[in-house]
């Protein structure tokens, strides 16, 4: 069997986006990218070497662009903090009275438990929210963390 460069450009594409689909690594998909602009070079005729300046621009210009994306992104909350992790974040509890080490017994979901105070100021009886659970203890502040 024959094959033309521009299915030599398609196969490498799909290549990498199977071994994208492997691995999860998002950074492979950019550069499968790439590999498409070559194929696209070679189907409009260029030569060899500019098909690979084509294909190596478009991929390392993605996975620049992708990196710089992802650099600007805000990072994802600690898992001990991160609602999407733990669906306790950000419920609600009532502190009837603080202990001297900034401690307090909270009833929560039908238990007692140890909530620890986590605001800069000195805590108060009354609504806290949850803002992380470290094993068995609730951290808890008085403004909600999505306010």
């Known amino acids: 069997m ?7 450009w398609w196969v490498a ?12 690594t998002f950074y492979l998909l950019m550069v499968a990218l790439g590999g498409a602009a070559g ?6 005729g260029l030569g060899g070497t500019a098909q690979v300046v ?12 992708w ?5 600007r992104a805000p990072g994802a909350a600690p898992a001990n903090a991160n609602r999407d992790v733990n669906l306790d974040i950000g419920e609600r509890v009532f502190v009837s009275a603080w202990n001297p080490d900034r401690s307090a017994r909270v009833q929560y979901r039908g238990a007692q438990w140890t909530a620890q105070y986590g605001g800069p100021d000195t805590p ?5 929210f ?3 659970v470290e094993g068995n203890r609730l951290i ?3 403004q909600s963390p999505q306010a």
Not at 2 to 7: E, M, V
Not at 54 to 65: D, P, R, S
Request: charge should be negative; hydrophobic fraction near 55%; aromatic fraction near 2%.
């Open 2 to 8: 024959d094959w033309n460069t521009p299915t030599l």
């Open 13 to 24: 594409a799909g290549m990498l986006v199977a071994a994208e689909l492997a691995t999860g």
């Open 39 to 44: 194929a696209l070079a070679a189907h409009l």
């Open 54 to 65: 084509t294909a190596a621009l478009v991929g390392g210009g993605a996975t620049l662009a």
């Open 67 to 71: 990196h710089l994306r992802r650099g």
């Open 124 to 128: 108060a009886p009354g609504d806290h």
């Open 130 to 132: 949850i803002v992380a």
């Open 140 to 142: 808890v502040a008085p």
